[in-house]
């Protein structure tokens, strides 16, 4: 079973990359590059540099740690599924849930921990996202979620199955997040109510401190709603994305992303602001 989702996760994630990317070329949400090509092909080959490499870790470490803590727990019989006793159905909707639940915390997190917002501001410096931003991510944040996600799979008691399927609608999610698209905003606002959807997304990247601190629920919009987070807006065209401590044209060269964390610069996180900051306490009436 697991071969059989390994082939179909690289058929589904290669299919929805080339999907998207061709979505973007055609019908662009912002005219980021226009008709410079190698712009764009330069931006999404660093980004895609970069998955290249955690794809490596999580198949080479990552899968391995997590393999080893599913197996714990199911020789003992710990965890929350495993004491719950539920039907098939009920256990893979709890474990949806609760992994969800923990994405939006470690998410979370990394914007309010100083070394982690370091290492997850690399993804955040993206002045252009487009779809191979779903790719942009430091190796040292993918180090650090592997290790901590351990403790949360043995008290959540999940199955390596579990986790395998969640991240497979997880990673297509992302990348449909990040993609540079729009879908109607009427569809838009009625998929919000209950996922994570491009424009909502979008908020999360924009420039702007209040906006950056918002939205950050991975799958289900739920826990953003729930713990006051969500953060709405009128003109989605107005966002200006990135980080307005990495601006300059060598913040986005490879080297520069992979040194990014040695790097002490004003960031979201340093600047003593947190996620009970007023700036989480202010939202967007619009929706």
């Known amino acids: 079973m697991m071969e059989l989702l390994t082939e179909h996760r690289v058929a ?13 070329s055609a019908l662009p949400f912002f005219n980021f590059f226009r008709s410079r090509l ?38 003992i019989g710990f965890g929350i599924l495993n004491w719950l006793g539920f039907p098939a159905v009920g256990e893979w909707i709890t474990a949806f849930l609760l992994l969800d639940l923990w994405m939006y915390w470690w998410h979370r997190i990394c914007h309010v921990v100083p070394i982690l917002w370091r290492f997850h501001r690399v993804h955040h410096s993206d002045r252009n996202m487009d779809v191979s931003t779903a790719y942009r991510f430091h190796l040292g944040e993918m180090l650090a979620s592997a290790i901590v996600r351990v403790p949360v799979i043995v008290l959540i008691g999940l199955g390596l199955e579990h986790i395998a399927v969640f991240e497979l609608v997880l990673f297509v999610t992302v990348l449909i997040q990040h993609a540079n698209i729009s879908l109607s905003p009427t569809l838009d606002r009625l998929l919000r109510a209950f996922l994570v959807t491009p424009f909502m997304h979008k908020v999360h990247h924009s420039r702007e401190m209040e906006e950056t601190n918002s939205n950050y629920c991975s799958l289900f919009s739920w826990c953003d709603r729930l713990f006051g ?9 107005s966002i200006e994305f990135g980080l307005r401590e ?27 602001k947190s996620v009970n900051s007023p700036a989480h306490k202010k939202t967007d009436t619009h929706t």
């Open 12 to 24: 589904i994630s290669v299919g929805t990359l080339i999907f998207l990317f061709a979505w973007e």
């Open 38 to 75: 190698t712009d764009r092909l330069r931006h999404d080959a660093i980004n895609l540099f970069l998955g290249i490499i955690n794809a490596v870790f999580n198949a080479s470490a990552a899968v391995g740690l997590w393999y080893w803590a599913c197996a714990w727990t199911e020789d």
């Open 229 to 237: 987070t969500y953060r709405g807006k009128g003109d989605h065209h």
């Open 246 to 272: 990495f601006a300059k044209p060598d913040d986005q060269r490879l080297r520069a992303l992979i040194m990014s964390p040695l790097e002490s610069r004003n960031s979201v996180a340093s600047t003593g």
